[in-house]
Each structure stands twice: as structure tokens, then as C-alpha cells.
């Protein structure tokens, strides 16, 4: 959830920045900082904690001037540490970055700089970037041109703010893939650059997004974009409206399409200070897990309601391969009242976004009542599912206001992947090979999102195609069997359209009979072991003459030349693959509700959280 704010003008940079940072604090974040070219030099001011201790920092040792970026960070990468907490100055003190993202070759990066003897200062990715800076500008080339050379090594999706001391009159900026937002303010002789509308609507309403494989350069008198190759682009700036519920909506029509386009940044903020990518292990303190309570469990009971629950599902396929501990998905309104066989040994592990659903709670009590251990992974900090338990895992995927949850349904299946890998690892067993290949997976997360969002148009075609149909069937295997109950249900609860998530295998013990010309059959079929028998269940549509829309990894010749249409998405390994499977169901739901003329964020019927039983 990490915030940036820069600015360029005639007043002092240091409370601009440090207002637009404090209207971002609800994003979440572990430390922030800032940096200010100061009579020549770029002074820096880094604290671990909370924005107030960066402020006190900065009444004690005051800095000022007329240019400078800031940041609020969630560790990805090193300890929730000032050493780790950006900006990020290079070993020339002329250059400073700030990031938000995962560079995914950092540590390729890291061993060619050391071996050109940088001394690398903090233990982020994000360091990486300021070096390969200097690192171009040592060559003879200026900001602008150090910049978009460093740009293109990096790999992974990015948002990068960089300044530098010898060239005070600018500021550049570059979005890659799809890593989050980037807002370019224009003033009156003053530019302003932020992460999101609110850390700057009190200065200006006339901004610019960045669009994936942007970049800008800002001065007090305007910004040149141009694309990361060097093509110049022609933008002109937009209104946004001083209603703070529009300026929250930023670029994006409904915050449900906005909450689509947060899963890049909300998966990397899953991730935050969670994962060690050097040593390929999953740290998750809040939940006061041990390897003696690793060993103890003998059961697992995943309870949640709706959505969450299908996030449930993926985890009971994830915990029971990796970990080996037999786990049970149960509807929380169902298992206080079957009277579950539960003890000491057993978790209860809820599942919740608001952290207030009443037959989760209730379900949590149920649990508690009999001895066992209470967990909950849960969005909302402070919430009563997150009181109550004995451990907590926190989503850190910021606010989620559209009540058909997106970006809350592909957190917590992360989490419950890193959640895995942990018990694996305390109860012995997975080799350390395995482990450390999948927690190096977890780094191409955010981005194999960020470009399975990148073919939005070609999902909003389908949506066209599909927008009048009547009823819909849902089909997945294996691990992507949840997936096809979320699609369904994203249909259904946004577009009012009647639709079914089914086991696939199951297709011909019942369902199979309501398939015609007019019933489309959407079949999750990536390159996952499952992905063979999909194939069957293709063709068994087709026979029927049911209209087949597919879900399918690129390049799949055999599913293309079956289905009427395609949604690609990239390789994935087939344990993450739900995260990634899920996002064109969920912007295809999306788009059919707008094509129809919908209320996409407030469905009727619907609440977002549901306090009653």
C-alpha cells in the first residue's frame, strides 16, 4: 500500500509532501520518508513506524526547499527498518529514488552492481534502482536518459519517482505495468506527482494518469510523457471533481473497476514484510505459529461466508498438498449449528474482509467454545475476527468499497499460500529446493496480474458478446474448481444473470442437460495438471452446442481452436494460478453489469458487510 508524493514549485516541497503523505496513511504502510534538495544537496529523513515519527524527525532537523519526493512504505523486501525505509539515495548522495512494486530480477541486479562495488546500504529491491541510476549517468548519460535505460532492466511491475541534485529542475516518473497508480498534478507554476488523487486534490484538480509503460518528465511549468521507449505523447490534462467520493474513484468509473486494477498493488502488499527472497522463507509473526504448534495441529477448519469462502477452498488445496494437515472448508451459517468435531489440536481459521460478519464470528466462538486454536485472516485492522483471534493474518489490501469483493478474494488466497509454506516448513515437510522455488514465485505474482489487466479490451469484447445471455455455467478441476464457483457468483451478484459454478467432473451428473446454444459454459482450463481432463469437458460442451468461453494460458492452440472465445492469461505455476484466473472472470462480470447499465458497486439486495445472521 505504499504512498508517493512529489513536488516541483516556488514553496516549500517538505509540508506538501508531508500532507499528501498523511491522506494516503489508509493505505497502510510500516515506515515512510522523505527527501528534499536543500541548498544544493538532497537531505533525507527516514523513519521506521508511523508518519508522525517521520514528521517529529523532521521539527527536530528541519529540511526545506523546492523540490523533493516522499514515500510510506510496506516492507516487500528487508525489515520495516529505517536502513530499509525509502527514499533511497544513491553512493553519490546526487541521486534518490522512490518505488512501489517488485523488481523481480533484483537479485541479479544486486550481484551485478556488487560486482562493479556498490555497497548496498538496505536490504530492498528497491535500492537496485537508484545504483542502476548512477550507474548510466556514470556513463555519460543525463537523468532522463539514466532513467529509461534503467527502466527497461527492471522486470516486474513498478512505479519509480527519481530525482537528482545536479538536474534540480525536474522530476521523472514512470509507470510499469501495473503496479499501482501515478497521478501527475498540474498547478500554477507547480507540478505535482502522487500514487493517488487524495494526496494532492487539495492543490489540484487539472491531473494526468499514467498508463502502463508510461513515463513523465515534470518541471514547475508542465510535464512531458512519453512512452518507456521514448515516443512522445500528446495528454491532455483532466477535471476531477472536488466530491471526495469521485476524486477516491480517481480514473476509474466504479470503485469495483478501480478495486479490479489494486490487485497489482494489493498483492504486493500481501506480501509485505512476510517474505525473504534470499533465503526463500515465509515469516508470519502475527500469527504466533511455532514449530511446537506446527506439529501439534491435527486439523484445520477454514470457515468463512461468500467469496471468502472460495478463497477458503484454494487453501484447503494448498495447505493439504504442501503442509499435509487435512483440512475442511466450512460455510461459517453452517458450523455452529452441526455441532463439528473439534479440540485443542484443531484450527479455526476464519476468513473475512470486514472482520465484522456475524456467522463468522459466531462460527470463531463456536470454535473457541470447544478448545480450539483461533486464526483469522481478515482485511480490516482492529476488527472484532482479528481481536478475538489467536493469531491474525492481515490482507493489507487498503479499503475495499465495492461490495462484490476483487481485490479481498485474491489476498487472502496468497496469504493462505504463504500460510502453507510455513506450516510446511515448521512441520518438515518440504524440501528446502521446493520451498525456496515457491517463494521465489511469489515475486511474478503482482506482475502476471498487472498483465492479465492489460487485456481488459479484449475482455470487454466478450462482455458485448455476452451482456444479453440468460443464464451462464461455470465449470473448473482441481484447484481452479473455486474459481469457477467466484465467477459464477461475481456474475450473478453484479449483472443479476442466473450462473452456476461447478466441479467440471461433475458436468454430466446433472448439469450437462441444461446446455445449449443459448447456455454459454466458461471453463477454467490453464496449464495446471487438471488441464487435460478441461479439455474433455470442452469438447463434451461443444457437442451439446453450448457457446465455450475459456479461460487458457497463452499460447494454448488445442483450447483455442475449441472455444468461441478466449481469455488469456500468462504462465503461471499452477498452485498461484487462481490468483491469476480469477481477474478477466472478475473484469468480464464487470463489464457486462456496466454494459447493462448497473449499479456495479452497490448491487441490490447486497451489503458489504453482513452484521446479522
Not at 190 to 209: C, G, K, N, Q, Y
Not at 334 to 343: C, G, L, W
Not at 586 to 611: C, E, F, M, W
Request: net charge negative; charged share 25%; proline share 5%.
Amino acid at each position: 500500500m505504499c504512498g508517493i508524493v512529489g513536488y516541483i514549485g516556488p514553496r516549500d516541497a517538505t509540508p506538501i509532501i508531508l500532507g499528501g503523505l498523511k491522506r494516503l496513511e489508509y493505505r497502510g504502510y510500516d515506515s515512510a520518508g522523505i527527501a528534499v534538495l536543500q541548498n544544493g544537496d538532497i537531505a533525507v529523513r527516514r523513519e521506521a513506524g508511523k508518519l508522525s515519527q517521520l514528521t517529529d524527525a523532521v521539527q527536530k532537523s528541519p529540511i526545506s526547499g523546492k523540490i523533493g519526493i516522499g514515500h510510506t512504505r510496506w516492507a516487500t523486501h528487508g525489515a520495516p527498518n529505517q536502513q530499509n525505509a525509502h527514499p533511497h539515495l544513491g553512493h553519490t548522495g546526487k541521486v534518490v529514488v522512490v518505488h512501489n512494486g517488485i523488481v523481480e530480477n533484483f537479485l541479479e541486479l544486486r550481484d551485478e552492481l556488487s560486482a562493479e562495488g556498490v555497497d548496498f546500504k538496505s536490504e530492498t529491491d528497491s535500492e537496485t534502482i537508484v545504483h542502476l541510476v548512477e550507474h548510466y549517468i556514470a556513463s555519460g548519460l543525463n537523468l532522463i536518459e539514466a532513467a529509461r535505460a534503467t527502466f527497461e532492466h527492471l522486470k516486474g511491475a513498478n512505479v519509480i519517482v527519481v530525482m537528482s541534485a545536479d538536474e534540480p529542475d525536474k522530476i521523472v516518473t514512470a509507470r510499469i505495468g501495473n503496479a499501482g497508480g501515478v497521478v501527475i498534478g498540474f498547478g500554477e507554476g507547480e507540478m505535482f506527482a502522487a500514487s493517488d488523487i487524495p494526496a494532492i486534490l487539495e492543490h489540484t484538480r487539472e491531473v494526468v494518469f499514467l498508463e502502463s509503460h508510461q513515463m513523465a518528465v515534470i518541471t514547475r511549468s508542465g510535464a512531458d510523457f512519453q512512452t518507456l521507449n521514448g515516443t512522445k505523447l500528446e495528454i491532455s490534462p483532466q477535471t476531477i471533481a472536488w466530491d471526495p467520493v469521485s476524486a477516491e474513484k480517481g480514473e476509474y468509473r466504479h470503485f469495483m473497476e478501480k478495486e479490479i486494477h489494486e490487485q497489482v498493488r494489493a498483492l504486493t502488499d500481501t506480501l509485505a514484510g512476510r517474505v525473504d527472497f534470499d533465503e526463500g522463507r515465509i515469516r508470519l509473526p502475527q500469527l504466533n505459529l511455532d514449530e511446537a504448534l506446527a506439529k501439534r495441529i491435527n486439523k484445520i477448519y477454514i470457515t468463512a461466508c461468500g467469496t471468502a469462502a472460495y478463497a477458503g477452498m484454494v487453501g484447503k488445496y494448498l495447505i493439504e498438498s504442501v503442509a499435509r494437515i487435512p483440512v475442511e472448508i466450512d460455510i461459517a451459517s453452517e458450523f455452529r449449528y452441526r455441532d463439528p468435531i473439534v479440540d485443542e489440536n484443531t484450527v479455526v481459521l476464519a476468513i473475512s474482509q470486514s472482520g465484522e460478519t456475524a456467522d463468522t464470528l459466531a462460527a470463531m466462538e463456536e470454535g473457541r467454545s470447544k478448545g480450539a486454536i483461533l486464526w483469522s485472516i481478515v482485511n480490516a485492522i482492529g476488527s472484532q475476527a482479528m481481536r478475538i483471534a489467536d493469531g491474525s493474518i492481515s490482507m493489507q489490501t487498503g479499503p475495499e468499497i465495492g461490495v462484490a469483493s476483487t481485490k479481498a478474494f485474491t489476498a487472502p488466497i496468497v496469504d493462505l499460500y504463504m500460510l502453507a509454506i510455513l506450516l510446511a516448513d515448521l512441520r518438515g515437510t518440504i524440501d528446502p529446493v521446493k520451498r525456496r522455488q515457491m517463494v521465489a514465485d511469489l515475486r511474478f505474482v503482482p506482475d502476471l496480474v498487472g498483465q492479465t489487466l492489460e487485456r481488459e479490451a479484449d475482455i470487454e469484447k466478450i462482455a458485448h458478446a455476452l451482456k444479453d445471455i440468460k443464464g451462464c455455467l461455470y465449470l473448473g478441476r482441481g484447484i481452479n474448481m473455486p474459481i469457477a464457483y467466484e465467477g459464477a457468483l461475481k456474475l450473478k451478484e453484479i449483472s443479476y444473470i442466473h450462473a452456476e459454478g461447478y466441479p467440471a467432473g461433475e458436468m454430466k451428473h446433472g448439469p450437462i442437460a441444461l446446455i445449449d446454444e443459448e447456455m454459454p459454459v466458461i471453463c477454467l482450463a490453464p496449464k495446471d495438471p487438471w488441464h487435460e481432463k478441461m479439455i474433455s469437458q470442452i469438447q463434451q460442451a461443444k457437442a451439446r452446442g453450448g457457446p465455450v468461453v475459456a479461460v487458457a494460458t497463452d499460447g494454448d492452440e488445442l483450447v483455442a481452436d475449441m472455444a468461441d472465445h478466449v481469455l488469456w492469461i500468462p504462465e503461471t505455476p499452477w498452485m498461484l494460478s487462481p490468483v491469476i484466473t480469477v481477474i478477466p472472470l472478475q473484469v468480464l462480470a464487470y463489464h457486462i453489469a456496466s454494459l447493462r447499465g448497473l449499479d456495479v458497486d452497490q448491487p441490490r439486495n447486497l451489503a458489504k458487510s453482513v452484521t446479522v445472521e
